[in-house]
């Protein structure tokens, strides 16, 4: 059994940053794969980053390359998003959930834990 909590929104100006982190219980943390997803009131929720097991391996969406950077620590069970140069368009509710397959982290498949998710808003 995992659990998930996220921390570090917040209220950000635009080109400002953040850093989310995603805490979890568990000793089997390390073996699982954990995403980044955000969720924008009237919107579905969408990928935003993940990370493969060990920390290797990371993949964007699009509209985040070059601005966030997804790592994970497994000695502190932690995985962190740090964003920058925000804009209005990054506000959401931003959850980490987690599977012991990458691609369904990716695809935003069956995931086996969620957090409870943290707001994140940026001013223009």
């Known amino acids: 059994q995992v659990q998930l909590r996220e921390s570090g929104g917040g209220l950000v100006q635009a080109g400002g940053s953040l850093r989310l982190s995603c805490a979890a219980s568990?000793?089997?943390?390390?073996?699982?794969?954990v995403g980044w997803f955000r969720q924008a009131p009237g919107k579905e929720r969408e990928f935003v980053a993940a990370v493969n097991w060990s920390g290797g391996r990371t993949y964007y969406a699009d509209p985040v390359k070059g601005r966030f950077t997804i790592s994970r620590d497994n000695a502190q069970n932690t995985v962190y998003l740090q964003m920058n140069s925000l804009k209005p368009e990054d506000t959401a509710v931003y959850y980490c959930a987690a599977s012991t397959d990458l691609i369904t982290v990716i695809r935003m498949g069956s995931l086996d834990y969620w957090g409870q998710g943290t707001q994140v808003t940026v001013s223009s």
């Open positions: 568990g000793h089997t943390f390390s073996s699982y794969a």
